[in-house]
């Protein structure tokens, strides 16, 4: 059993046949040989051949270890193709056929969703302190339609909205988004006492490069802990 789980985790490009990994005659000349191949350099490993099953063995593979929109399994399952193209010659409107059936299979099963991979970002972006436009920014930077960002900024402000204290409610997300930043970085009203007045500009600096305005980082940096407790609710509760 332990050896089926380890063959499971392995990445198809790291597969190797049971007769690879057998011992081949005497140990001690396997040995003397495994030793001697440390002093010569490692060839690369060349590519492997694109099938519709390599394809959807990978495409398994990676949506088991990381979250992915749909443009970026694409993207990476195209380069495999380069390489077997180049490599066997492989055919390449065959290839890009097996890939498109790839992708339909894996958002039919729920393995890839471009809404909820956007959302769930969109949150882990904004407690991470990013500016909603930033957040827009990253979205589109990983494939996802512009229409598919534009529902995802909304529900995450209704969800902000939603979590925050009645006290704060119909604020800014990016009000709330940069206090978190500065508490995660350290900035402002979460600085010693007596260091503050000297990295305030320092800190101003630091709101301003994430993309909140002059405004927003004079609230954040000027105000104390009390006054940001509430305003932090938006993201702690989402």
């Known amino acids: 059993m332990a050896d089926m789980t380890q063959k499971q985790r392995q990445s198809p490009e790291n597969r190797t046949s049971d007769d690879e990994n057998k011992s081949v005659g005497n140990a001690r000349f396997s040995?003397?040989?495994?030793?001697?191949?440390?002093?010569?350099?490692?060839?690369?490993?060349?590519?492997?051949?694109?099938?519709?099953?390599?394809?959807?063995?990978?495409?398994?593979?990676?949506?088991?270890?990381?979250?992915?929109?749909?443009?970026r399994l694409e993207k990476l399952m195209r380069g495999?193709?380069?390489?077997?193209v180049a490599e066997y010659?492989?055919?390449?409107?065959?290839?890009?056929?097996?890939m498109?059936?790839?992708?339909?299979?894996?958002?039919?099963?729920?393995?890839?969703?471009?809404?909820?991979?956007?959302m769930g970002r969109a949150r882990s972006l904004l407690r991470k302190g990013k500016a909603i436009?930033?957040?827009?920014?990253?979205?589109?930077?990983?494939?996802?339609?512009s229409h598919q960002i534009d529902h995802a900024i909304k529900e995450l402000k209704a969800e902000a909205d939603q979590a925050a204290y009645e006290e704060v409610r119909g604020t800014?997300?990016?009000?709330?988004?940069a206090a978190a930043y500065a508490r995660r970085r350290r900035l402002g009203p979460w600085r010693r006492p007596d260091i503050r007045d000297e990295k305030r500009e320092k800190d101003m600096a630091a709101l301003a490069?994430?993309?909140?305005?002059?405004?927003?980082?004079t609230r954040i940096i000027n105000s104390d802990l009390d006054?940001?407790?509430?305003?932090?609710?938006m993201i702690d509760g989402i």
């Open 133 to 145: 436009r930033v957040i827009a920014a990253d979205l589109s930077a990983r494939g996802i339609a």
């Open 172 to 177: 800014d997300p990016n009000i709330a988004a």
């Open 31 to 71: 040995t003397s040989n495994r030793q001697n191949g440390k002093n010569k350099q490692r060839e690369p490993n060349r590519p492997r051949r694109v099938t519709r099953d390599y394809l959807m063995n990978y495409a398994t593979w990676y949506l088991e270890r990381f979250a992915a929109s749909r443009a």
């Open 100 to 118: 498109k059936s790839v992708l339909a299979s894996c958002e039919k099963a729920g393995f890839i969703n471009d809404d909820a991979y956007a």
């Open 89 to 98: 010659g492989t055919d390449p409107e065959e290839a890009e056929n097996w």
């Open 80 to 84: 495999k193709i380069r390489l077997s």
């Open 227 to 233: 006054e940001l407790a509430d305003l932090l609710s």
């Open 209 to 217: 490069r994430q993309g909140f305005g002059y405004d927003t980082a």
